[in-house]
């Protein structure tokens, strides 16, 4: 006697298999892929207008830094998703500490935008900010 074997369970449990895991890719890539566009690490570069001389922080991000008459704080940075066209964006607060009144009071406190600085710009009296990088 000849038997037969059941083809049609071990394709029904492989379709489900592959259902799965497709559901599985789908609902975690996204995430981890904007996991990998966010950064830990911020790097401005500060322009003192009085000396003429650049200097570059690397900023450790929601860590405050101070550089001579500034607190500079950022609270997070991104990378853009595209490759051909990159933006780095960043949230950053300034502090001046030079100025008693309002010493709670931020210089700068917004989204700065490394392809265009002019969209929010930094404006301060000696000094100038501009984002480099995030990693």
């Not at 599985?24 to 570069?45: H, Q, R, S, W």
């Not at 405050?64 to 607190?71: F, G, H, N, T």
């Not at 704080?73 to 100025?99: R, W």
């Amino acid at each position: 006697m000849l038997l037969k074997k059941n083809t049609k369970v071990g394709k029904i449990k492989f379709s489900l298999f592959f259902i799965v895991q497709l559901l599985i890719a789908i609902i975690c890539l996204p995430v981890l892929a904007m996991n990998e566009l966010e950064g830990n690490f911020t790097d401005i570069k500060v322009l003192d207008k009085i000396s003429s001389k650049n200097t570059l922080l690397k900023l450790k991000n929601k860590e405050e830094m101070k550089y001579k008459d500034l607190l500079i704080k950022s609270m997070k940075c991104k990378n853009s998703e595209f490759d051909d066209n990159p933006e780095i964006t960043a949230y950053i607060q300034v502090k001046d500490l030079t100025n008693s009144d309002n010493n709670d009071v931020f210089v700068y406190n917004g989204w700065m935008f490394s392809s265009s600085p002019s969209i929010k710009p930094f404006d301060h009296p000696v000094y100038d900010i501009w984002l480099v990088n995030c990693y």
